[in-house]
């Protein structure tokens, strides 16, 4: 490992070296301590470009000040040796080294201690010892690589008084468990959820019921606490220690000879036996039953005679039945809404005002006699004990019906298509958006596409998993660790990067699937390097210590992922490609479609125009033709005044007697009838040669 760059940033780790030396025994500081020298590093980092930083460097800067303090210890021992008249160290007996190394956190005990586990622990100083002067000796830089195989070493050539030291404590540790304290600290935080997981767990996995009696020491001395827990019941309204009365009664009479049974167990001395006060405050008597009201809204019960924890779970069940009457569901009261916004969910008149809302199972006893006073006035006055005035989105049978409506509209058809047609899609996935804009389609006729968009109807399309692909590299994969044959084995790895290397990225769920292997390799290999033995937690696997997942993996890695990038780059750039031909497709169909409205408005607006010109053209025609009637017609009569005039003037000159009336009208009839006759013979000429003359409307027409 290249130590360059310790030159350039020794200000640094010297400003952090006495922190490191302080806090040398605590893993968990020294790690952070080590993270406030790296984030410094690197910030710092611009001013030196030049300066190359290792590629671990969180490692490097461990390394480095472990190394200064092993240097610093080793001088102090050979200043020890070179005095002869100090005194010796205290030996240290098995029963002072037991206690000391004996873990203080209780996931250690949740599974039974083997021999190994113990011996890290007592021996840690030997075994650190040991690998020291092993790397000294083969000549080893690294020491977080081989330590681990030292370490195992060194316990295959244990003396047979450390084998019996670490078999005592490994049946110590295993009777006794977690130090008191820690246990009290764990049970408190934790046997509630425990219980109800487990019985929970059982009614999931296996379809039990469960009924038990639970007793523990308290903090105070001679003090024991006993519950009873019982699954929740699926079918049945009651649970089964208050079913009935003789049940009830069983409950109780079990209870005294458990709690009988388990002074003997935690405090065995007759005089202990006699003083012991047995906790019962989380049993109490039996809950009274809720009656409900015609709107299923709870009645106020009496709490005469019932504990603390049973008043609690009366204000739940009373809050869960105003829930279940306004949400008209079988929804549970969602607390932590409630606790975080009161006002938005809960009426302010049914909680008093100096109450501060929480779970009923974290209100204390002066919150429970507040509130249950203030239940007591309500309920004189007849008034609901708890109104809800808004509920959890997606809780009130109004929002799911509507949610449900929504589903079914959105819901598409899911169409299985068999493998030959997945890879003919695959291979087309590019030219399908072309494809559909042309009308024709290569896809197979059982597949439903929609063809008002291509992207609904890929959504209609579940590709399967790839069978090439190694089993974990999918979203699916519930473990948080690899497996175990991915970290023994080099051919292994090997194998699956030359999978992940050439496996046919077409489209953008293989690629995924590609790169997501990928990535939880290198997130392991990240763990196999920052593994320490004395940092893991008890779920970590053991065979992380000796993975081959280790620095010599990384370059691999990176190889892979070069080969890989390539193939995604490529399979991106011609789905661009293929996107941009359909988009300039299109938009040269709308041009075309732009231009073909265009021309079809400017003719529709040319035939207006001409049926206008031609409306105008015959209106003129008419009215020439009506002023030429009216002329004629005023000839006419002219005439016929003048033919007129000339008789009487000619009777008058011959001397003609002018006849009576009759006579007159007899006379005259004939010339007035043959003028008649030759104005209707003329109207109808003018009549006759107008109709014949065409227009441009007839001509059209």
């Known amino acids: ?29 020294c790690s952070r301590v080590v993270k406030k020298v790296k984030n410094a590093i690197r910030k710092a980092h611009g001013d030196h470009p030049g300066v190359t930083l290792p590629s671990s460097l969180k490692k490097a800067i461990r390394t480095y000040y472990h190394e ?11 200043d020890e040796e070179a005095e002869p008249d100090v005194e010796d160290d205290h030996v240290v007996t098995s029963e002072e080294r037991e206690a000391a190394a004996r873990p203080k956190t209780a996931l250690f005990y949740k599974k039974e201690c083997n021999e190994w586990d113990v011996a890290q622990k007592l021996f ?45 404590a490994m049946e110590k540790w295993n009777k006794e468990g977690a130090p008191v304290d820690i246990q009290a600290v764990y049970q408190k935080n934790n046997l509630k959820k425990k219980l109800e997981d487990f019985s929970e767990e059982l009614r999931r996995t296996m379809g039990c019921r469960v009924v ?151 209100m204390r006893s002066e919150d429970v006699n507040s509130l249950w006073h203030h239940w007591e006035r309500r309920s004189i006055s007849r008034e609901k004990l708890v109104i809800f005035i808004n509920a959890k989105k997606g809780d ?46 290569d896809t197979p006729a059982s597949i439903l596409f929609d063809k008002d968009s291509s992207k609904s109807s890929k959504q209609m399309i579940q590709l399967k998993d790839h069978g090439d692909l190694p089993s974990w590299a999918k979203w699916s994969w519930k473990h948080h660790y690899l497996p175990k044959d991915i970290h023994e084995s080099r051919m292994m790895l090997e194998a699956t990067l030359t999978k992940l290397r050439k496996a046919n990225i077409s489209n953008a769920t293989s690629a995924v699937c590609v790169v997501l292997g990928l990535g939880m390799l290198f997130r392991e290999c990240g763990r196999v390097i920052e593994y320490e033995e004395d940092e893991a937690s008890s779920d970590t696997p053991a065979y992380l210590a000796n993975s081959v997942l280790d620095d010599s993996a990384a370059p691999l890695l990176r190889a892979a992922v070069s080969d890989v990038l390539a193939s995604v780059v490529a399979m991106i750039e011609l789905d661009m490609k293929d996107k941009l031909e359909v988009q ?7 041009e075309d479609k732009d231009k073909e409205a265009e021309e ?102």
């Open 600 to 701: 079809a408005e400017e003719v529709e607006e040319d035939k207006e125009e001409e049926e206008e010109e031609e409306e105008e053209e015959e209106e003129e025609k008419e009215a020439e033709v009506e002023e030429e009637d009216k002329e004629e017609e005023e000839e006419e009569e002219e005439e016929e005044v003048v033919v007129v005039v000339e008789v009487k003037q000619t009777r008058k000159r011959s001397g003609t007697q002018i006849p009576s009336q009759n006579s007159k009208r007899a006379k005259t009839e004939p010339n007035i009838s043959s003028i008649k006759s030759k104005k209707s013979v003329k109207a109808e000429i003018r009549r006759s040669t107008r109709a014949r003359q065409p227009t441009k409307k007839n001509a059209n027409l």
């Open 68 to 78: 200064i303090v092993d240097s610093d210890s080793d001088s102090e021992k050979s």
């Open 124 to 168: 840690k100083e030997e075994i650190n010892d040991y690998d020291k002067s092993e790397r000294v000796k083969k000549g080893l830089s690294e020491s977080i690589k081989h330590r681990m195989g030292h370490a195992r070493e060194w316990f295959r050539n244990m003396t047979a008084e450390q084998e019996k030291e670490v078999k005592d």
């Open 584 to 590: 300039d497709i299109e938009m040269e169909e709308e």
């Open 1 to 29: 490992m290249s130590s360059n760059w310790i030159p350039k940033f020794k200000s640094i780790l010297d400003q952090h070296e006495q922190e490191f030396r302080s806090n040398k025994d605590s893993p968990t500081h």
């Open 396 to 441: 009130k049978r109004t929002d799911r019906a509507e949610k449900e409506e929504g589903k079914k509209r959105k819901k598409m058809d899911y169409v299985e298509i068999s493998d030959e047609e997945e890879l003919s899609l695959a291979s087309s996935h590019s030219a399908e958006g072309r494809n559909v804009s042309a009308g024709a389609s």
């Open 212 to 362: 038990m009696l639970v007793s523990h020491k308290k903090k105070a001395d001679k003090s024991l606490a006993v519950t009873l827990h019982e699954s929740k019941p699926q079918s049945s309204k009651k649970s089964f220690s208050v079913s009935s009365d003789g049940t009830k009664e069983w409950s109780s009479t079990g209870f005294d000879f458990f709690a009988e049974w388990s002074k003997a167990e935690f405090y065995p001395t007759a005089q202990v036996l006699e003083e012991l006060e047995i906790d019962d405050s989380d049993t109490g008597s039996a809950e009274p039953d809720l009656i409900l009201d015609e709107e299923g809204y709870a009645k106020l019960p009496s709490r005469e005679g019932v504990a603390l924890r049973g008043q609690q779970d009366l204000i739940r069940n009373i809050f869960l039945a105003s829930y279940k009457a306004f949400t008209q569901s079988n929804k549970p009261v969602p607390w932590r809404q409630i606790v975080n916004n009161c006002a938005h969910y809960l009426d302010p008149t049914c909680v008093p005002e100096t109450l501060v809302v929480r779970d009923p199972s974290h």
